[in-house]
């Protein structure tokens, strides 16, 4: 009996002693953390991509309404939004920002007039408020957020036609 108590304690002292399987066992402890962080890196990562994107088409579409004849036409009204959400005048290629697709995305296009220094000017002003879609939909509502929006506004004096 103590012959069997001595050798299964030798064999905890040794197996406290080994080091072979730390590096495995702390990696399988902080994993799901590391898995957690690049998810919200990956996201955090795709929202400014979107926001980027939705920018730019603003940018764009403030130029072509600043170069247009006002007041601004359905018809040309019709083109700044087809180029904003998609990039092309016919409307025809995929949104440049998923968001676009769900129905409380708004695009608003506008004049109005600024005074400084004695003279008045034209500002045409595109603003857009669009739902951000997660790469990981689930993580946010997981982390607390339940929805984001983006919303950018660009503003170009007017050029005329």
Not at 116 to 137: D, E, K, L, Q, R
């Amino acid at each position: 009996m103590c012959n069997l108590f001595n050798s299964l304690k030798n064999s905890a002292l040794a197996a406290l002693a080994c080091r072979r399987a730390v590096a495995a066992v702390e990696f399988a402890m902080y994993a799901p953390l590391l898995a957690l962080i690049m998810v919200g890196v990956f996201d955090f990562g795709l929202y400014i991509n979107q926001a980027n994107s939705l920018d730019k088409s603003l940018r764009v579409g403030a130029m072509l309404a600043a170069r247009s004849s006002l007041p601004l036409s359905n018809d040309t009204k019709a083109t700044i939004d087809n180029l904003v959400k998609t990039g092309t005048i016919d409307g025809t290629g995929d949104f440049l920002v998923p968001g676009w697709s769900e129905n409380s995305a708004t695009l608003q296009v506008g004049d109005s007039d600024v005074s400084t220094g004695g003279t008045t000017y034209t500002v045409i002003t595109v603003t857009a408020s669009v739902p951000y879609i997660p790469m990981f939909s689930g993580f946010l509502q997981s982390v607390g957020f339940s929805s984001f929006t983006m919303t950018a506004v660009h503003e170009q004096a007017f050029i005329g036609d």
